[in-house]
Antibody
């Protein structure tokens, strides 16, 4: 059974940093592209970033480019999202998702999400 | 504002057929596969349609997807109360080099 478990969400001040983790199990992690998708309170879905199975290819939404970094440790079956220079508009539930084929938006499995709140 | 345009709301009565549209451009829908997601209140999204018109196992055949040019549609036939949810289209955009979602359509079953 595929499982994705996000962690690391917290309350952080504007300008601060946070690292999210997504522990994966039930599939061959290193063979699959993975993505982060977020949803601001009461709003729609927004793709944030994606990475290939090897981690050699990464893509970012313009809204986070230069501030967020996606990475993965295939030996630990874990996906990460390093978030720097956080803004109020980054407040959202962050989901990690397993891509079906390539990087986005073929997200066949989702985690339960972790809440990031950026506020002073 | 999203590069993919969906109607903010749709509605229907049980048993009816409803369609939700998703309009894009040549750099996204016009050149890549379209995906559809269903999100029930308080839950993570669920993949409903992949590669324009394919259903993952477990998704009822009441749900179908289609694409023509730079537009796509999700059709739900035999509407049921449990179909009440938010629906999102998604596609890769070659100009942005990233995935994009539509703004979402809230479906109400009357």
């Amino acid at each position: 059974e595929v499982q994705l478990l996000e962690s690391g969400g917290d309350l952080v001040q504007p300008g601060g940093s946070l690292r999210l983790s997504c522990a994966a199990s039930g599939f061959t992690f290193s063979s699959n592209a993975m993505s982060w998708v977020r949803q601001a309170p009461g709003k729609g879905l927004e793709w944030v970033s994606g990475t290939s199975g090897s981690g050699g290819s990464t893509y970012y939404a313009d809204s986070v480019k230069g501030r967020f970094t996606i990475s993965r440790d295939n030996s630990k079956n874990t996906l990460y999202l390093q978030m720097n220079s956080l803004r109020a508009e980054d407040t959202a539930v962050y989901y990690c998702a397993k891509d079906m084929y390539n990087i986005g938006p073929d997200f066949e499995y989702w985690g339960q999400g972790t809440l990031v709140t950026v506020s002073s | 504002q999203s590069v993919l345009t969906q109607p903010p709301s749709a509605s229907g009565i049980p048993g009816q057929r409803v369609t939700i549209s998703c309009s894009g451009s040549s750099s996204n829908i016009g050149s890549n596969y379209v995906y559809w997601y269903q999100q029930l209140p308080g839950t993570a999204p669920k993949l409903l349609i992949y590669r324009n018109n394919q259903r993952p196992s477990g998704v009822p055949d009441r749900f179908s997807g289609s694409k023509s040019g730079t537009s796509a549609s999700l059709a739900i036939s035999g509407l049921r109360s449990e179909d009440e949810a938010d629906y999102y289209c998604a596609v890769w955009d070659d100009s942005l080099s990233g995935a994009v979602f539509g703004g979402g359509t809230q479906l109400t079953v009357l």
